[in-house]
């Protein structure tokens, strides 16, 4: 099973940019859809975006479309958040995951269809 830990988050003021990283080991993610996930504090945790094995498709919520762009890199066994024009409502645990699922649409994969998870990254977006 592969392991994922995430990196990159940090305290950043409104209309500010983050990018996160997520880097595999244990096996190679050219077999894996990758998602992104968050938790605000008190809520559930929710899709972000998801990206298919080869990077080909990517999928994001309404709240950040236009706003986040997720990626991969295989070759490094590493996945990317890059997050810009950021709100206070981003304010997160920000989480990646992989499935071995296939789908066509990935957003359609329920994350409790995900059984790897990193351990989580914060994001605080604040003045």
């Known amino acids: 099973q592969v392991q994922l830990v995430e990196s990159g988050g940090g305290l950043v003021q409104p209309g500010g940019s983050l990018r996160l990283s997520c880097v595999a080991s244990?096996?190679?993610?050219?077999?894996?859809?990758m998602g992104w996930f968050r938790q605000a504090p008190g809520k559930e945790r929710k899709g972000v975006s998801c990206i298919s094995s080869g990077g080909g498709s990517t999928n994001y919520a309404g709240s950040v479309e236009g706003r986040f762009t997720v990626s991969r890199d295989n070759a490094k066994s590493t996945l990317y958040l890059q997050m810009n024009n950021l709100k206070p409502e981003d304010t997160a645990v920000y989480y990646c995951?992989?499935?071995?699922?296939?789908?066509?649409?990935?957003?359609?994969?329920?994350?409790?269809?995900?059984?790897?998870w990193g351990q989580g990254t914060q994001v605080t977006v604040s003045s």
């Open positions: 244990g096996a190679t993610l050219d077999d894996y859809i």
């Open positions: 995951a992989a499935t071995t699922l296939r789908a066509e649409v990935c957003s359609t994969i329920s994350q409790y269809e995900y059984a790897s």
